[in-house]
């Protein structure tokens, strides 16, 4: 199987950074798009960053010029730096990764267990 795991969470006061980290083990022939979601209390995980097969980068509006998603093909990581942060970055976040498992298998889509980020101060 595939496992995800995030970390780098913390709490933090607005307008500092964090960046969050994401490794992906196991069974793997390929790894396509990785992205970044993220949870508020009571409401719907969105998308905040996506890396789309290592070639376009996109962001949810009200993160752009602030996150960048990055990635390391060789590690099997990505990454979300995030400056400039703000009360509404809070939430717990997840990387999502699309993999391939073998030569012949289909792509499917993995979860991490999530990092909470709480920016207060």
């Known amino acids: 199987q595939v496992q995800v795991v995030e970390s780098g969470g913390g709490v933090v006061r607005p307008g500092e950074s964090l960046t969050l980290s994401c490794v992906v083990s196991g069974i793997i022939y390929r790894i396509y798009d990785m992205a970044w979601y993220r949870q508020a209390p009571g409401k719907q995980r969105e998308l905040v960053a996506i890396?789309?097969?290592?070639?376009?980068?996109t962001y949810k509006d009200s993160v752009k010029g602030r996150f960048t998603i990055s990635r390391d093909n060789a590690q099997k990581k990505a990454y979300l730096r995030m400056n400039n942060l703000e009360p509404e970055d809070t939430g717990v976040y997840f990387c999502?990764?699309?993999?391939?498992?073998?030569?012949?298998?289909?792509?499917?889509?993995?979860w991490g267990q999530g990092t909470q980020v709480t920016v207060s101060g």
């Open positions: 890396d789309i097969n290592d070639e376009i980068t």
């Open positions: 999502n990764a699309n993999v391939q498992m073998t030569a012949i298998s289909t792509k499917r889509d993995f």
